[in-house]
């Protein structure tokens, strides 16, 4: 296992289309998180999953994003009508379930939208 | 309540000096404290955390120093290295929590 593996690495979008970003977290980790980074902010909670079950999304989830993660293991974080907005880093992450170990996040989805 | 501040945004430090980062939190339910190192292109990396019931962890060059009645907490590097020059972001969340809440990062340069 090489850790958090995502795909792709870069997107570049015209406004309006629709993405789908793809991670693959550690085979053991029963926790799958999605972040989003703007250029010179830290990472900003989207949403969360214990093995297929997503348990929280935040606010800044909007209707045009959406995520799943079946079977437990690959997730996938699609975002709808994409606006010059959404232009950020996406990054996943993945934990044991048990305690807080920290995260281990993967490199990312940069997504610019043109 | 949900806010971690940190500062300095940026820090410049000569190869061989101390590099201080500091954190303030206000949610008294944190109890874990992790700082992460990111370099560009790469999403963070867990570099060392901290839980509340102890006031120092040192891991190599690396030491947190933990003020639970202030609700602040350090990163000291010591002994500052060029190939420590990264984004570094302190954080914190709840035992059994699922988010963690990030500062906004500094970004550290070492100087040769």
């Known amino acids: 296992d090489t850790g958090v593996s995502q795909n792709p690495r870069h997107k570049i979008t015209k406004r309006g289309q629709n993405v789908t970003f793809r991670c693959d977290p550690i085979?053991?980790?029963?926790?799958l998180y999605w972040y989003r980074q703007t250029l010179g902010q830290g990472p900003e909670f989207l949403t969360y999953?214990?093995?297929?079950?997503?348990?929280?999304k935040s606010r800044l989830l909007s209707d045009r994003f959406s995520a799943e993660r079946p079977k437990g293991s690959f997730s996938t974080l699609e975002i709808q009508r994409t606006e010059q907005g959404d232009s950020a880093m996406y990054l996943c992450?993945?934990?044991?379930?048990?305690?807080?170990?920290?995260?281990?996040f993967g490199s990312g989805t940069r997504l610019t939208v043109v | 309540q949900q806010q971690v501040k940190q500062s300095p945004q940026s820090l410049i430090v000569q190869k061989g000096g101390i590099s201080i980062i500091n954190c303030a939190y206000e949610n008294t339910a944190f109890d874990y404290f992790p700082w992460y190192q990111q370099f560009p292109g790469k999403g963070p990396a867990l570099l060392i955390a901290?839980?509340?019931?102890?006031s120092e962890k040192k891991e190599g060059r690396f030491t947190i120093s933990f003020n639970k009645s202030a609700k602040q907490f350090s990163l000291h590097i010591m002994d500052s290295q060029p190939g420590d020059s990264a984004t570094y972001f302190c954080?914190?969340?709840?035992?059994?929590?699922?988010?963690?809440?990030f500062g906004a990062g500094t970004r550290l340069f070492v100087k040769a």
């Open positions: 085979s053991e980790h029963n926790r």
């Open positions: 901290i839980r509340p019931d102890v």
């Open positions: 999953f214990q093995n297929e079950a997503q348990l929280e």
């Open positions: 954080a914190a969340s709840r035992n059994g929590g699922f988010k963690t809440i």
């Open positions: 992450a993945s934990s044991l379930l048990n305690e807080n170990y920290g995260y281990t």
